[in-house]
C-alpha cells in the first residue's frame, strides 16, 4: 500500500515504525485495535490493509476526522472504525489487545491512565513520538519546553510504573513497548 500522506502537512507514523507494528500484530495474534489520535488515517489504514485486525481510531480534530474518512473511503477498507471524539472524554467500551497512544504529547500521561483499563491482559500500550525531533533545531519557547518537560515526565513515568514494563525502541521518532509485569 502506498501511504496516502506525502504533501499533507500532519505528522504521521514513520513507515519504519508501522512495519514494526505490523510485525508486533502478527507474532503476538493482535485482533483489536485502539488507536489514540487518528490524523489523517494513514497509520490506522496502513495496518489494517496490513494486518487481520479491527480498529476503532479516535480523532479530536474535524478536519482529520473528515480526511481520514475520505481516505477510508478511497481503500474500501472497512476494518477501521473512525470516530470524531475528544479521547480524554469519550466514553469506550471494549477491551483491545494493542492501544496506540499518538495523539497530543502532553496527554500522553492522561491517555495512558485512562485506556489501560481497555488494554486486555497479555496486550500492549505502543506510545510514538518520545525523542520529539518535531522540536529539534527550534528555538524552545514556553510551549516546546512544556512539551520536553511532560514527555520526560511521561518517560519517568513508565519507567517506574508498578503494574507495567516498558521497553523504548529507537525506531521512527522513538516508541514505548509498555507491557503487564
Do not use: W
Amino acid at each position: 500500500m502506498v501511504r496516502m500522506v506525502k504533501d499533507i502537512k500532519v505528522p504521521t507514523m514513520s513507515e519504519e515504525t508501522l512495519k514494526f507494528l505490523v510485525k508486533l500484530i502478527k507474532t503476538n495474534n493482535y485482533k483489536t485495535i485502539l488507536e489514540i489520535g487518528s490524523a489523517v488515517g494513514d497509520s490506522a489504514l496502513y495496518l489494517a490493509n496490513k494486518t487481520d485486525v479491527s480498529i476503532v481510531s479516535l480523532e479530536k480534530d474535524l478536519s482529520r476526522y473528515e480526511t481520514a474518512l475520505k481516505n477510508q473511503q478511497k481503500l474500501g477498507n472497512e476494518q477501521v472504525a473512525f470516530i470524531h471524539a475528544d479521547a480524554l472524554t469519550y466514553n469506550l467500551e471494549g477491551q483491545f489487545d494493542l492501544i496506540i497512544i499518538d495523539a497530543a504529547k502532553t496527554k500522553n500521561k492522561e491517555l495512558f491512565e485512562r485506556f489501560a483499563k481497555h488494554l486486555n491482559q497479555d496486550g500492549a500500550i505502543v506510545t510514538d513520538n518520545l525523542a520529539l525531533s518535531c522540536i529539534k533545531g527550534k528555538v524552545l519557547n514556553k510551549n516546546r519546553l512544556r512539551l520536553l518537560r511532560k514527555t520526560k515526565e511521561f518517560i519517568d513515568f513508565l519507567k517506574n510504573h508498578e503494574e507495567f514494563t516498558t521497553t523504548f525502541i529507537d525506531i521512527g521518532d522513538k516508541i514505548a513497548i509498555t507491557k503487564r509485569k
